[in-house]
């Protein structure tokens, strides 16, 4: 999907909110930060230029039920260490969800670019926030916040740009951490007032 520049324009605003109300990382005492052992000498334009988004147009969707998600935080560019930005290019194929999560460190705007989606977002006294976001909308979610999106289109993609508060955002997927991560099945069965059959059934089902 190309870009243009009132497209550009948006998201550059979004990523300043979103930095300026909500910055979680630490200060830092300089300019930017180099990865240990760069001679500062050495730096050039290369060291402030990611191009991992530039594949993002020709990802192909098909037969994928959950979000495509291309980041670009201090992990995959280490130039935005200490600068409480970061960002992510969300695609959503014909009926994808991007499952109930959380980013503990920071607030995200999501920008959507093109197609429809269905958010949604609880706060902690349990309260479900939803709403239905069009091309050129945007919906922010507060740092901890569980929330999620669906296309609820299963004809058309949905694409979406969010910008973070933090160069380390982190994401907490639910569904992965309950099921995936060790916790037992009879902790979770508890929890959930099921049996530990249904648990390893759902375990199982998303290891696969």
């Known amino acids: 999907m190309e870009f243009n520049v009132a497209y550009l324009m948006l998201m550059l605003l979004a990523f300043n909110i979103v930095g300026s109300t909500h910055a979680s990382d ?39 039920s959950n979000v495509k998600v291309t980041k670009a935080s201090m992990a995959e560019f280490p130039a935005l260490t200490g600068l409480s930005v970061s960002m992510a290019v969300l ?9 109930p999560h959380t ?13 429809s989606l269905e958010v ?26 569980v929330h999620f999106q669906l296309n609820k289109d299963y004809k058309n993609y949905a694409f979406a740009v969010s910008g973070f508060g933090s160069a380390n955002a982190g994401t907490v997927s639910l569904p992965s951490t309950l099921f995936t991560s060790g916790i037992s099945s009879d902790v979770l069965a508890m929890s959930f007032k099921t049996d530990a059959k249904t648990i390893d059934m759902l375990k199982a089902s998303l290891k696969a």
Do not use: C
């Open 91 to 99: 695609q959503f194929p014909a009926g994808g969800v991007n499952p």
């Open 26 to 64: 630490p200060d830092i005492i300089s300019d930017f930060v180099l990865p240990p052992g760069q001679n500062p000498a050495n730096v050039d334009g290369n060291f402030f230029t990611f191009t991992g988004l530039r594949q993002v147009g020709s990802n192909n969707l098909t037969w994928q």
């Open 103 to 115: 980013h503990p460190r920071a607030s995200e705007l999501l920008y959507l670019m093109s197609g």
């Open 120 to 145: 949604g977002v609880v706060d902690t006294t349990g309260k479900l926030f939803t709403q239905t976001l069009y091309a050129g909308d945007l919906f922010v979610f507060p740092a901890g916040l």
